[in-house]
């Protein structure tokens, strides 16, 4: 009877609704989602749902529209990276209720806080800069691709700068990210457009991987100050950081658009641009609000969900945008340029699995 018994008890162990079945942590995960759902009002999640869908519609097409301002015409690499900033109103704008809504009031200015909004402000301009002679050169889902490296260089400067944790999943995320950008090198022959010279396709790669390794560093100053000045993660605290870096930003990037005299420009390009002056200064206004609406998409989820949430949108952000790019621009895909993608897409869900197990760990 013994072995009768155990083997009973083997497919007792075995039973499809058991804990350990596939089944049973279907319906476990079922019921923590469920649970997670009622434990916030229906207006988090509807604010949710919109800030996701900032993030997936606007930062794509904001790269998009960067990259046709450049094939139908336009020329200036300051002018791109004046209008990513020119839209810091419109945190303003949502800042404000904010204060009324929330009974708080503005976080006061000492020396130290305003040293770091204006040193963010100008890595913020710098950064823009180098993702504006990316997109003068590369075709837009290339340079979405190579972007995406940001996230390597924000666990490397988070892991130095905030001590953040580096588990094997994100060491291995970062070591399959690096392969991608690899792959898309060894495709450059067939990825570059017939009027960019080889020269400036290497500088745009260039440019391309130093602005994701100053938006990485951007990322772990800006926690960095959240943890050793502001002391506290509140909305209104995230929205006044994102306000003052955009508007010392939006001040160097105008400096360096009137020293170089692309104001006086605009009315030339408007004239030569394909579709006319209304076609050149809607790509430049719809560029504006894309890229703004994307940034406060991005500043709401991290705010309302975590960053595992907002690592997954960043990760299906970019192959939308190079779908949306070889759809809408006929950019080239070839089979390298498909297969750095799913490389990509691959490292992106060792970064996400990784940093929901830290996540779970310190839980």
Request: glycine letters at 6%; aromatic letters at 12%; charged letters at 10%.
């Amino acid at each position: 009877m013994q072995p009768l018994l155990q083997s009973e008890g083997i497919m007792e162990e075995e039973s499809p609704d058991s804990p350990g079945s596939l089944r049973g942590r279907i319906s476990a995960l079922k019921k923590k989602a469920w649970e997670e759902y009622k434990s916030k009002p229906i207006s988090h999640w509807i604010l949710l749902l919109l800030s996701s869908a900032a993030m997936l519609i606007a930062f794509p097409a904001s790269s998009l529209l960067s990259r046709v301002y450049y094939a139908n015409g336009g020329t200036s690499k300051w002018i791109i990276s004046w209008v990513a900033v020119a839209g810091w109103p419109l945190t303003a704008l949502i800042l404000l209720p904010t204060y009324f809504f929330c009974k708080s009031f503005p976080t006061p200015l000492n020396l130290m806080l305003t040293i770091s909004y204006i040193v963010l402000g100008f890595l913020s301009a710098a950064d823009n800069l180098m993702y504006a002679y990316a997109y003068a050169y590369l075709p837009a889902s290339t340079a979405s691709l190579l972007a995406s490296s940001s996230l390597v260089f924000s666990a490397l400067f988070g892991y130095i700068l905030v001590k953040n944790k580096l588990n094997a999943a994100i060491v291995n995320a970062i070591v399959i990210i690096t392969a991608a950008m690899t792959i898309i090198a060894l495709d450059s022959d067939s990825d570059r457009y017939g009027n960019v010279t080889e020269k400036q396709y290497i500088l745009g790669f260039v440019w391309d991987i130093l602005g994701s390794a100053l938006h990485g560093l951007i990322f772990a100053l800006s926690e960095l100050v959240f943890v050793k000045l502001l002391g506290r993660r509140s909305f209104h605290v995230v929205l006044e950081q994102q306000l003052m870096v955009s508007l010392f930003a939006f001040a160097f990037t105008t400096i360096g658009v009137v020293c170089n005299k692309d104001f006086q420009g605009m009315a030339s390009e408007a004239r030569s641009f394909k579709g006319g002056k209304s076609s050149y200064y809607l790509v430049l206004i719809w560029s504006t609000i894309s890229f703004q609406l994307g940034v406060l998409g991005a500043t709401a989820v991290l705010f309302l969900s975590s960053t595992v949430l907002a690592g997954v949108l960043n990760a299906v952000r970019v192959p939308l945008t190079s779908i949306a790019a070889v759809i809408l621009l006929n950019d080239p895909m070839s089979g390298l340029k498909i297969l750095s993608l799913v490389v990509t897409f691959w490292g992106f869900g060792c970064y996400i699995y990784g940093s929901s197990s830290g996540t779970r760990d310190q839980s």
